[in-house]
Antibody
């Protein structure tokens, strides 16, 4: 069964960094792109970026450029999102979501992680 | 960035009655390959978004056939032919034509 299991909730102080994991099961993580999306309370989801299948290329939203890093460990079948210089505005639920190759036959968000709540508070 | 606009903000529907949600994009989502890169999701309270429709009109695996998507270019519609109690939640459209992907503001569906 294909699923994505994320790490648990985190509480961080302003200025700190957070690293969230997303462990895939049921398929090799390098065979699909992994995207990250966040959702602040009561708000629409917001796309953060992705890591490509196979070649580890990454692409980030300009909103997060310079303080976001998406990586992947094939041996652990896990993807990671790291966000630095946190402020209260980064308080959100963060989701990983699997997507097929660009414009290919599986190019849609078919599988999502359960979400990880990150709270930024002094 | 492409702006996604949904309407209405909320819907209150009697079980068994139809419902319709509109999504408009600030630029065409029609790729040169002929596909519209527009997805519809339902987010139930406390859950992750779940895919209903991809490429504008393709129903995702396991999604009941009472859900249908239509439209092309900049105007899209999600229809529920007969709303059931389990359909409550917030519906979002999202474009996937190019980075950054962006989501509509959401339509909250509740049962009368």
């Amino acid at each position: 069964q294909v699923q994505l299991v994320q790490s648990g909730a985190a509480v961080k102080k302003p200025g700190a960094s957070v690293k969230i994991s997303c462990e895939a099961s049921g398929y090799p993580i390098t065979s699909y792109a992994m995207h990250w999306v966040r959702q602040a309370p009561g708000q629409r989801p917001e796309w953060i970026g992705w890591i490509n299948a196979g070649n580890d290329d990454t692409r980030y939203s300009q909103m997060f450029q310079g303080r976001v890093t998406i990586t992947r460990d094939a041996s652990a079948n896990t993807a990671y999102l790291e966000l630095s210089s946190l402020t209260s505005e980064d308080t959100s639920v963060y989701y990983c979501a699997r997507r097929g190759a660009l414009y290919g036959s599986l190019y849609f968000f078919g599988v999502w992680g359960q979400g990880t709540l990150v709270t930024v508070s002094s | 960035d492409i702006v996604m606009t949904q309407s209405p903000l909320s819907l209150s529907v009697t079980p068994g009655e139809p419902a319709s949600i509109s999504c408009r994009s600030s630029q065409s989502l029609l790729h040169r390959n002929g596909d519209n890169y527009l997805e519809w999701f339902l987010q139930k309270p406390g859950q992750s978004p779940q895919l209903l429709i991809y490429w504008g009109s393709h129903r995702a695996s396991g999604v009941p056939d009472r859900f249908s998507g239509s439209g092309s270019g900049t105007d899209f519609t999600l229809k529920i032919s007969r709303v059931e109690a389990e359909d409550v939640g917030v519906y979002y459209c999202m474009h996937a034509l190019e980075a950054p992907f962006t989501f509509g503001g959401g339509t909250k569906v509740e049962i009368k």
